[in-house]
């Protein structure tokens, strides 16, 4: 079945260590994105990239790193993870270009508890 | 600073007709994307809009006023399966998605 893959669905963790969420996408999009989700607010975009060998910083990158080697693949790493990193985070891609980038198709979430 | 708005909750009947309303102040404008989040699940794309006017797609549609900064989206014969948050996003002037925090909307019988 096409679309986004998130792993894993979720996870505890306790402070200061590192996690990588991983993202995959079977639909050939070019652009992919990180939200993060919280009670209250708006999705709150971490990292993205336009196309497969860049990345750009949203948001609320502090604390995040990404990499996109190849189309498919979008992992977020944590690299010492702190309690207020504690959401639900999404990965995201969109088909289009320009104002059409804000189609945007969603993999089913990643909840992350940071301890 | 760039700034959506719209209400934290509504409830409305089985049947009838509720409307959810958008105001944004944004830098720049390409667009208003309306989405749908059942709880504990990813957001959906309902509808986008960059041009004034209605837009309608089956029991949704979907408004804009450019001049006047809002937007609201319109779902008829509600149904049970309607409650959820529904997620307003303007695409700012550098092509970003600013994010409302989204209207629960509660649907009784």
């Known amino acids: 079945i096409a679309g986004i893959t998130q792993a894993p669905t979720s996870q505890i963790l306790a402070a200061g260590r590192r996690m990588t969420l991983r993202c995959t996408q079977d639909?050939?999009?070019?652009?992919m994105y990180w939200y993060r989700q919280d009670l209250g607010l708006g999705l709150r975009l971490i990292h993205y990239?336009?196309?497969?060998?860049?990345?750009g910083k949203g948001e609320v990158p502090d604390g995040y790193s990404v990499s996109r080697a190849n189309t498919d693949d979008f992992p977020l790493t944590l690299a010492s993870a702190v309690p207020s990193q504690t959401s639900v985070y999404f990965c995201?891609?969109?088909?289009?270009?320009?104002?059409?980038?804000?189609?945007?198709?969603f993999g089913e979430g990643s909840r992350l508890t940071v301890l | 600073g760039q700034n959506i708005d719209q209400p934290t909750e509504m409830t409305a009947t089985e049947g009838a007709i509720v409307q959810i309303n958008c105001t944004y102040q944004?830098?720049?404008?390409?667009?208003l994307f309306w989405y749908q989040q059942h709880a504990g699940e990813a957001p959906t794309f309902l509808s986008y809009?960059?041009l004034d006017g209605l837009e309608e797609k089956g029991r949704f549609s979907s408004f804009l006023s450019r001049s006047k900064g809002y937007s609201y989206l319109l779902l008829k014969e509600l149904q049970m399966k309607d409650s959820a948050s529904y997620l307003c996003?303007?695409?700012?002037?550098?092509?970003?998605?600013?994010w409302g925090a989204g209207t629960k909307l509660i649907i009784k019988p």
């Open positions: 996003a303007v695409m700012d002037s550098n092509y970003q998605l600013i």
């Open positions: 944004t830098s720049g404008f390409n667009g």
């Open positions: 990239s336009n196309t497969a060998g860049t990345t």
């Open positions: 639909m050939r999009h070019n652009a």
């Open positions: 809009n960059v």
């Open positions: 995201a891609s969109s088909p289009g270009t320009g104002a059409h980038t804000g189609e945007l198709f």
